[in-house]
Every structure is written in C-alpha cells, then in structure tokens.
C-alpha cells in the first residue's frame, strides 16, 4: 500500500512570515500534484511535478520534487491570509491505475 | 470553465433511509470518482468509474453503491444510511488519457445521518 506522509498537521503563522510543508513516501511516483481546498469547499488543483528534482513557481508558492520522486516540498513565501487552507498533496503511480494516493493534508492558518 | 457539480452542498437523513448523491460534471471526462473526508482521516476513495456503466472499487465501498448511466453523470447510493456515514463527500473526475489524472473536484456535499 502507498502512503503519503504530510508535514506538520496543522501550522498557524502570521501574515508575512515563510512557511514549508512536506509530503513524503516509501514510494516512487509518476508524479506529484498539490490542491488546495478552502473551508466547506472541494479541492483545487496547484501544480503538477513530474521530473525528479523539478521546482515549479506559482506566484509566491514554489513546489519542488525530489530527486528521486518519493517527495515533495511546498514553500509559501511572504504567506498572507487568502493562503489560508488545507494543502493535499496525491501521487499518481501511472499506467492504467486511476487512482491518486492524497495525503492527509496540511491545515494552515494565515493569521492578518 | 470546467465544472463539476453535486446536487446538494448539505443534506440531512434518517437512520435506514436510502441516500443518493448526483455528480455531473460537463469536460467530458472518462473517469469520475467519489471521496469521503473525514478529520484526521484525509479523503478516502469509495468508488471510482473509467466509462459509462463500469465501476470499481476504491478503498472503503462497504454500505455504498454507485450508477454510471451517463457518461457526465456518476451517482453514490447508501443503500441503508447509518450515523458512520455521516462525512464529507466529493466528487471528481479526470480524462482517462489524461498523463497524471489530476482531478477536477466538485464543492462537496456534507451529509448528516441522524
């Protein structure tokens, strides 16, 4: 069985500050997609990295895969209060096999 | 924009009855899937469908089932709700040829059984 391991749970900061959140596994991925979902909402697709060691920029949010495709980082920059929400990371091993192994997210709290 | 929608954002049943849950999602998209998410326990996968009238499996399909009538249309039935039902649920769905099966989230449905 695949298993995503995030880090930290939970994270309170204040507006400003820099933050980073870790997805780790066992397991090699075809790839690695981060989502965003806000209070009483469904996700919402971030960013999608396929290429070990690739580093993605999405504004002040920069995504990263590891060498080896078994993690990923996200770090927040500057983090403000429309960042707040719970961040899922999923891998998806490729092939014919449909499913996503998700995380159990982490919940962040941007404080103004 | 694409777009998948659920047909009730809250619902409230009664112990025993039988609950359906509509998802329509309008990218032609082969495949669909239904989540429940639950604090602590992150989304879990009930049942996922690839086309039209075919269905597997996820991770925790006991006490549910789905239809797959239509290709835009992917439905979860609790045949007899129980109070352990009571969840998040969502809905997504992807293009089957798609290269990393991102996923395209409805806004949920957060059902009550009392």
């Known amino acids: 069985t695949q298993l995503l391991e995030q880090s930290p749970q939970f994270l309170s900061i204040q507006e400003g500050e820099n933050l980073t959140v870790y997805c780790n596994s066992s397991?090699?991925?075809?790839?690695l997609q981060w989502y965003r979902q806000e209070p009483g909402e469904g996700p919402v697709l971030l960013v999608t990295?396929?290429?070990?060691?690739e580093v993605k920029k999405l504004k002040r949010l920069t995504f990263q895969f590891g060498d080896a495709r078994k993690d990923s980082s996200l770090h927040i920059t500057a983090a403000q209060p429309g960042d707040t929400g719970l961040y899922l990371c999923a891998g998806y091993s490729g092939g014919s096999n449909y499913k996503l192994t998700f995380g159990k997210g982490t919940l962040l709290t941007v404080n103004p | 924009d694409v777009k998948v929608t659920q047909s009730s954002r809250y619902l409230v049943k009664r112990t025993g009855e039988k609950v359906f849950l509509e998802c329509v999602q309008d990218?032609?998209?082969?495949?669909m899937f239904w989540y429940r998410q639950d604090p602590g326990l992150g989304l879990r996968l009930i049942y996922f469908s690839y086309d039209v009238k075919m269905k597997e499996k996820g991770d925790i399909p006991e006490g549910y089932s789905v239809s797959r009538e239509k290709k835009e249309r992917f439905s979860l039935i609790l045949e007899s709700a129980s109070t352990n039902q009571t969840s998040m649920y969502l809905c997504?769905?992807?293009?089957?040829?798609?290269?990393?099966?991102?996923?395209?989230f409805g806004p949920g449905t957060r059902l009550t059984v009392l």
């Open positions: 990295v396929v290429t070990g060691g």
């Open positions: 997504a769905s992807s293009f089957k040829l798609g290269a990393h099966n991102e996923q395209f």
């Open positions: 397991s090699v991925f075809s790839s």
């Open positions: 990218m032609d998209h082969e495949n």
